[in-house]
């Protein structure tokens, strides 16, 4: 990893632009891939995506999320994308308010006088 990558790495991703966000986990991505002796076929293989979809995936060209996780699984990082989007609750009211958008299906249209 290159001294800025490892910069933006250390700094908080809420500062960071998407593409560099895209470039920060594609080469971690590869990092771990290669830290676990695997080839981009092993990976691909095991996980049931061509070697093309691992290899856009690594460059940080579009594939479908679904093969994102199933890279996670196989490098064995599932846990991180556990956490992704997970409800922020640190009150009671952040609690019910969660509760009570989890029974709805859609969000209401904002009326074009907000």
Same mark, same amino acid.
């Given at each position: 990893?290159?001294?800025?990558?490892?910069?933006?790495?250390? +700094?908080? #991703?809420? #500062?960071? &632009?998407?593409?560099?966000?895209?470039?920060?986990?594609?080469?971690?991505? &590869?990092?771990?891939? +290669? /830290?676990?002796?695997?080839?981009?076929?092993?990976?691909?293989? &095991?996980?049931?995506?061509?070697?093309?979809?691992?290899?856009?995936?690594?460059?940080? &060209? /579009?594939?479908?999320?679904? /093969? @994102? @996780?199933?890279?996670?699984? @196989?490098?064995?990082?599932?846990?991180? +994308?556990?956490?992704?989007?997970?409800?922020?609750?640190? /009150? +009671?009211?952040?609690? #019910?308010?969660?509760?009570?958008?989890?029974?709805?299906?859609?969000?209401?249209?904002?009326?074009?006088?907000?």
């Amino acid at each position: 990893m290159r001294f800025k990558d490892l910069t933006l790495d250390m +700094l908080n #991703l809420t #500062l960071a &632009r998407p593409d560099e966000v895209l470039k920060l986990l594609c080469t971690r991505l &590869r990092q771990e891939r +290669l /830290s676990q002796q695997m080839t981009q076929a092993e990976v691909a293989a &095991r996980a049931g995506i061509g070697v093309g979809t691992l290899s856009n995936l690594e460059a940080g &060209r /579009s594939v479908a999320f679904d /093969s @994102v @996780v199933r890279v996670a699984m @196989v490098l064995g990082r599932l846990r991180e +994308l556990e956490q992704l989007f997970l409800p922020q609750l640190e /009150s +009671l009211d952040d609690i #019910l308010r969660y509760e009570q958008g989890a029974q709805r299906q859609r969000v209401k249209r904002k009326s074009a006088d907000a």
